[in-house]
């Protein structure tokens, strides 16, 4: 079995990376390592999960123009192609029975019409808002943690839309160094017009601080397109995005990391920062509101309602420090015994059967 994995991702994450790359040697080889030491995308990360059960498994993040033109260079005999042709000519080159498209927005059924051949198995991943022109009618499966979107994927021609959790490379998260805890509260994400709910938690919790007595430090890792439209409060305890294995670190270097779904999944959290807060045995304060069955059971998290909820909550448990940390371990064991991303592989391969 030969799996395939199309990525992309963040440009603030690929201008880094890119400038790493160039310091190690610019070659396929070293970007695929340095991809992988990343932690680049890690709950999705299949394709080690793959060659871990014996088949042939390669990615390819096609959003970053650099490493593509690396890879036309090393095995393409021909030059001056489009990004599109450089891509379909690599899906040529590894030839898998299953292609895992990470973006089907930007490559959807208009870009897989040209895939010459079609006896491979398609799959997408989609879990954020989707745009009435996208097309899924050349896909046999779209996978999605969110069921609300079930609905609009099959108006839009997905036939076959499954429900798909991200997940933990058990192996990567052990290569990770231990580190001393810094931040009491800490938090990595976006900050846009999807998250309203989130950002005003964001705001409030700042807000809070100001309040009480007990000192308390937040932290939040927010990669947003204006910097300078963040409410007061929130830049007050605003630093630089965080991506891959430095986020993971700076989970594991917290008291505790919080997660308030997506507006458009109202009550739905199944998103990767479950899986990436669990995995690093950091305490995770989820609001009630959030349906996590099938991801963790109520003692391998921590509820809150609100802002002043959430703030009461932590500095009582901080003062039981143990009854804290144990929630954060229950859950980084749940991580690693269900939540594999050996087990994913092995689900995935299940569905296409």
Known sequence: MKFLQLISNYEGYLI????RLRERGATWEHAQALYYEDGFLMPHFLSTAFRALGHEANFVVFNNNYTQQIWELEYSSSRTKTTNEILLEQIAYYDPDILYVMDPITLDSSFLRAIKRRSMIIIGWRAAPIHPSIDFSEFDFIFSSVPDLFTQMRAQGAEQPRFFLPGVDVEFMKSLPTVEKQADISFSG???PLHVRRNMLLLNLA???LKQRDNF????????????ALPAGVFAHCRPPVWGRNMLSMYASSRAAFHIPIDMAEANATAMRLFEVGATGTPLFVHRS???QGVFSEDEVIRFDDANDFIQTYLKLRCERDALEERGLRAMKRCMNDHS????ALQLLEICR
């Not at 880094?16 to 400038?19: A, D, K, L, P, T």
């Not at 991303?341 to 994913?344: D, E, G, L, Q, S």
């Open 16 to 19: 880094g990376y890119n400038e």
């Open 290 to 292: 959030a349906e996590i």
């Open 217 to 228: 430090e937040l932290a939040y890792y927010l990669a947003t397109s204006d910097y300078g």
């Open 190 to 192: 976006q900050y846009g």
């Open 341 to 344: 991303t050996i087990n994913r």
């Open 207 to 209: 807000q809070q601080q």
